[in-house]
């Protein structure tokens, strides 16, 4: 079932580890799928010293769902790279919006504390033309 | 008090689990209907491995209410199924819609981690016609 | 301090548990009132097993507000009632409707697991013509 | 910096002990302070017996801050005052906003169990004219 | 990548603790930025007691970043500091804004209790014409 | 397998709720059995209130084992019985012990909160002549 | 069943609570009872300014066990008295041990913060002869 | 490093799933493992109907260790199999000190509640003849 | 009731902090106070930056117990010198055990993260002769 | 304080990573040092997958203690190299026992869930003829 269009993102181009993904079982309705990825790692690039923080992606898939094993090497290939808290947050939300066209894609990046503060950095996209539906927020 | 509307999902068909019913004690309002179950199984349709979910499922019902010994015997029919994260969650959504033909209802599926990621899918189904009343929010 | 206007439900009658109010100290106000009762129990009108639950009631009164005594009375007035969780519920809200008469009124019901499946219920009501103040969401 | 207007509540009045404020050191802007005391204690004016509660205070300042000290010395005066769950909610509003006059203030009064039966109540004061600012939603 | 425009807040000034920014690598979306700093102190300006509390900042950059390093050194210069809690969380939110020019910026700070009172201040900063994106609330 | 030896408790006779029991599969060996019951409720002997408790039952079987459906039958068969808090644990010891004749045996009863107090019991049995294992602590 | 031996304190003669006894329902065993009361205060001798605590009492009964209510109502007299942390502490250990007589007594007394530091203080009886029976350590 | 003795327990021989081992890498001192598996299934060999548990898994290996795949592919063969609560707790013992032979192998099962009642069954082995270090329990 | 012997430690000297005792109102037995003080800052002696730490302080006293406000002096008075780790545990304790020449003294100090490693520091004292009791460890 | 005594390991002599060491400022005393490193990872021998634990080292030292930024760094130097649960951690036992030389030192691997299954290993030195003290277990 996994599409043909593997994406291939400039950074992990490098890695070789490009992202797969296979077709939305259910495209007619908007639905939410969330993932949490605690095992995330990089260098800092001034330092050359280890981050460490939890990836969370939150999305409403299009045509495409990203297939999570090749998510999981998609996710180890910046082990090795260096990476500032705001870039690699928004490298993830390039790499995925490439490779999924999703409606809806949101990542959050919560990284262990450093020099006794704690980041985390959230960014979205929004497909051009696309809203939510109204909230049903039920009692 | 359970209705004569039997509805067997294609999938449970073969699983001998219907969703039984019974006549909403209370049609004359809204209100809102919670369940949790944390005892959901299924198999991963690539490997074969078991997957491990908490199900939940808000519903506003409408004429009807999902019987819950009937619920607890179509989860367990999943228990020797191959079912994606993402279709599974679809299906459940479909089968309980068209055994309550609820006003609103909403299935939230918790996967325990694979390959270091969490992942959860949610999906609704709303009535043509049907809007929540202002939530009221209290301070 | 205690209104002349002790309302007995149908069902309470028989248990002799009538809810009690008085007279709302802060008539020219909205203001929130929120109780929480970790002891409700009744029995299941299908097989007379106990079931447990947590009731939360969230009202805003309008000239009555009910007595604390004769709630508790009332709610071990369920004691030895079947009562299904949907229909509990909406008893409930009923009784403490025509108690009050509240601008508005909510009953949580969260019942403890039965046949691995934990489930609760939530109903409300709302006074004609009555509407919450816009709330103020303070950073 | 503590201002010239100290407020004495009537039932303070008994107890000696007024509010006193200072002024807002940035009244240009609207912001939120948060106050959570968890040593109140008054007397049940049915049965003389002690009620415990923790106490929260959350507003947004115009002219005048309250100041600390003076504020623990006027929750302290309760401590011997029979005192019903919604009249002294309400009355630490009154006060407040009468030593105040903020922009906007709230009043949670969260009370120990009694009967089996948690109780809490919330009451608002919202200057006339004045409005929030649209909260923003970060993602 | 450190921008050329270190801006020395008038205290910081004396304490030589300048905030350092960087160029915004994302400048053409809104996105969040959240830090959290549990190391702040610094000391009553009425009685010279230490206080202690958790800075909370949360942003949206515009063409600027805060380095991570120098807002350590920034929160530290306070250590020796009189200051009130409205003050001094007010000062922190206008010396961010003043290095930053951000978006949108908000200071929560949660001081430790004084007096049996827990207290927390918050204030934001929005740019003139600047509108947040409606938020995308998934179920 | 249920055993041919139901126990009868001088209190559960008149419920009509034995505890049954089934033979050790494992006697070869000492090992712990834990239960926990949230669900049990009794009346007060003095005032004919309800008390609400968690049950936790932990034993080394000797040659039988308590069935579980017949354990649930015999807690619910105090739901009408008044009963004091030191009375009612160690009357459900010595039920157990009557019933399953255990090598060990502790009963821990934790009530609700009754006028601002939060009460617990705890009775234990030892079968005259065993000792149990040295226990091996783990780093 | 309560006792004919009421003691008096010499503290809470003067406030009129004595704590009543019952007689020990299962004097043949030692069995553990727990109470833990969240609503305590008393005045700091020093300042006079309130201070709070929760009341935890482990015991071993003899042929006496207290009565709930007196012991709450013994623990209301303190609300009026001067008391520092570890002599309470010890006062509340000696009346209960003069009042029971138990073959055990534990008092720890958990205040709230006070100039930053949270303070609690433990204190012990144990009958002259009796030792505890060797804990039975399940895996 | 896989040993060559795959140990084939009786249950697990029908499901085709044998305990591999590897050598031991630190033989020379005792040390403790620790895994827990919160994905574990059966059915109820007396209803019919699926049980849910977490294993524990603690031991001080001898001269080998579990290896984890294999490990997970036995606990797998048990999701058809009938398994009351103290059986299969003792089974999984059984076949892992045959695969290991351990200096010590303690095995707890937390199910899921049923009837209201949650259970847990500990079981150990030791090898005859080892004794645990005394434990160094630092302050 | 202070005692006229004020310790100064030699670091105290310089700030001019001694700690102060009062006489232990029950000197004729064993008992426990616990300390625990989660705003102590100090300065890293390498690098001068600040550290942060709670510091537990668990004792038996003899004849004397330690004065609450010189207490929370004497931990301030640390907040401008440079202290390792391990060598402020040490001196804690040592200026502890020369005020109050306690039967037993603890102090753990919990520091914040430094370099994504978190460090505690636990020293004791005991005076010669003095044994504690036996504990008892009730079920 | 350095000491001369940098321990080069022989994994991380390939990473150029030596343990250093400080001379213990109270060698007179037998206290504990405690840390905790949530910044874990290291390569799966057998797949060369990443493997992510938080590792806790717990000793008593002797005439040393290592410096922490070393450790970070001999931490550090596992990132690229692959290990077993079970051979890691004993690998790091023997570096910091070879470095140190404490009287006792405990190291725990906390890993992340691999299979479903969550591991950790704990390993300890005694330095022989050392015994602990006997721990003071105060009630
Ligand atoms: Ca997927
Ligand atoms: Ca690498
Ligand atoms: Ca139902
Ligand atoms: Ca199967
Ligand atoms: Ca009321
Ligand atoms: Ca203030
Ligand atoms: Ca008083
Ligand atoms: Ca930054
Ligand atoms: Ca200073
Ligand atoms: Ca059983
Ligand atoms: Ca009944
Ligand atoms: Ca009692
Ligand atoms: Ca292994
Ligand atoms: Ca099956
Ligand atoms: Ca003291
Ligand atoms: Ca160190």
Known sequence: MASSRPV???????AGSALETFANPHPGRDY????????????????GQPDFATIHIDFVPDRLCVELKS?????WS????GAFH???T??????LVGAMAPRFLRVTAEFLVRGGIY?????????PGWTPAAPVLLP
């Open 8 to 14: 291939r993102s400039k950074k992990s181009q490098a």
């Open 32 to 47: 939410t799928v969330r993932m949490r990825c605690p095992e995330f790692t990089c260098l800092c690039p001034k330092t």
């Open 71 to 75: 998510l999981k090497l998609y996710l």
């Open 78 to 81: 910046f082990r090795d790279q």
């Open 86 to 88: 705001e870039a690699v």
């Open 90 to 95: 928004g490298s993830i939300l390039d790499d």
């Open 119 to 127: 980041t985390s950095v959230v960014a979205e996209h929004r497909m």
